[in-house]
């Protein structure tokens, strides 16, 4: 068990639902990642918060959206999902915010997988 | 913008052989980290090694440790005395000092050990 916790673990829904992931992540970990990982795309950046704040925004979609709330727990929620859509979602958190070259190892949780049909 | 390149899709290693995985990334940036990390079949990630661009020693975790050749921008992976669960993808990925916080990752090599 890594500390990072996702639910749901897995989720099949429809073409143009709506879906809510959350994360809770490891207990002292002010920054959580969202990364999607899929076949023809590999592992996606899709946004950063460091203590409630948007601190970077990578690939995510219009469609997408997130937030990490007072008690540090994060939401990725996905709208009109598509077909391509269907992925890995990973949640990772890490202690603060990158300084030099300090490690600030991100961990990840088990992710959700997202299926579309 | 950072890249990594992971040149090797697969490879097949006998148990107790030791193994290299290819890392190579292109940055301008002096100031960076470079981290590897393993997705068995279950799925998750799971952190291996890193390697700051200013560590004078390659870095070694138990039977891992990273071959950091800054010169020719490769952060290789070394698995000595493979095991059976050392199957499982293996990424390289990076992350520059100063900007952006996200980790770059490469495409990934399937590493599978022969019994």
């Known amino acids: 068990d890594s500390g990072v916790t996702q639910t749901p673990k897995h989720l099949i829904t429809a073409t143009g639902q709506r879906v809510t992931l959350r994360c809770s992540p490891r207990?002292?970990?002010?920054?959580v990642y969202w990364y999607q990982q899929s076949l023809d795309q590999g592992l996606q950046f899709l946004i950063h918060?460091?203590?409630?704040?948007?601190?970077a925004k990578g690939n995510i979609l219009e469609r997408f959206s997130a937030q990490q709330f007072p008690d540090l727990h994060s939401e990725l929620n996905l709208s009109s999902l598509e077909l391509g859509d269907s992925a890995l979602y990973f949640c990772?958190?890490?202690?603060?915010?990158?300084?030099?070259?300090?490690?600030?190892?991100?961990?990840f949780g088990a992710g959700s997988r997202l299926t579309v049909l | 913008a950072q890249k990594i390149t992971q040149t090797q899709p697969g490879m097949f290693v006998q148990e107790k052989e030791a193994v290299t995985l290819d890392c190579t990334y292109d940055?301008?940036?002096?100031?960076?980290?470079l981290f590897w990390y393993k997705q068995p079949s279950s799925g998750e990630m799971i952190f291996l090694i890193y390697?700051?661009?200013?560590?004078?020693q390659n870095a070694t975790e138990g039977r891992y440790s990273l071959n950091f050749q800054k010169a020719r921008k490769s952060a290789n992976l070394v698995i000595s005395a493979s095991q059976l669960g050392d199957s499982a993808m293996y990424f390289c990925?990076?992350?520059?000092?100063?900007?952006?916080?996200?980790?770059?990752f490469g495409t990934g090599t399937r590493l599978t050990i022969i019994p």
């Open positions: 207990s002292g970990d002010l920054s």
């Open positions: 390697q700051g661009s200013y560590d004078e």
């Open positions: 990925a990076m992350r520059v000092a100063f900007g952006n916080e996200k980790l770059t």
């Open positions: 918060y460091y203590n409630g704040e948007e601190r």
């Open positions: 940055t301008s940036d002096q100031s960076y980290g």
């Open positions: 990772a958190s890490s202690p603060g915010r990158a300084r030099g070259t300090g490690a600030n190892v991100l961990t």
